[in-house]
């Protein structure tokens, strides 16, 4: 329920639990009901398209970030979708090319494009004035950290999923009492799945795990990596424990059957 009361940050807050407690169908009717409200924030609709792109709805996604949005995050949010597709290559140039023109001024724009722009994304580590920009922005939107990630799980840049982990990770003390924390594991927990940096990948996912111990998307990154009792449990009993609670979850049903047959 909402109130004409609650404030913009309150509500997308409020949503951002609702998508980390299993409860992303919820967060989406929301969001879309919002949508057709005339003051609804950019955020709001930069949460929602990264919802449907994580779900594999790239369509939809760019439909509602819109063909030409005005917003900095909702082009930056469409450039990165488009960035994937080898049919839309024209359309994701053409969003770069209106970055590049009209928001190079924002720190987060001007890092994101400096970083397309260079021959080799595997070689140069990205500088601590970056970081901490990239940081300050991550911490004023949060809800762009999502997209950003689907954007890598698309297409992987070496020192974009660098930039991304060292600037999540530093504000993630920032969200300690915050219900959008499960996200920020998640968001970690998958880009060092990326870097193939496995430890860190269990350690986010089972920090996140304490918190919603529910949380089907962190259950499934637990489910691509060898189990580290040292650092939480095994992946078997988090798939069981969130299978048990979200039986519709075909996706945790079956990593939690290819795990039992591999242990088999």
Known sequence: MTSEHESIARRLGRIAGLCVTGQSAAAELELCDWLRQPQAPAAARVMFAALLARRGDLPEARRVLGEQPHDPMQLLSLFCLLSRDDQQQDVAHAAAYRLSRQFAHLPLIEQWMSLAGQADVSMAEPDERHIEQLAGELHQQPTLIPTLVVAQQYEPQPQRITLLRQAIARIA??????????????????????????????RWAHRGLKID???????????????????????????DRVARQFPAYADVRAALRRRLEAAA
């Open 173 to 202: 003390p920032r969200f300690a009492h915050d219900r959008s924390l499960v996200m920020i594991c998640q968001a970690l927990a998958e880009l060092a799945l990326l870097a193939g940096d496995q430890s860190d990948a269990q």
């Open 213 to 239: 111990p529910y949380a089907a998307p962190l259950a499934l990154v637990l489910a691509q990596l060898d189990d580290d009792q040292t650092i939480g449990p095994p992946a078997v009993a988090v798939l």
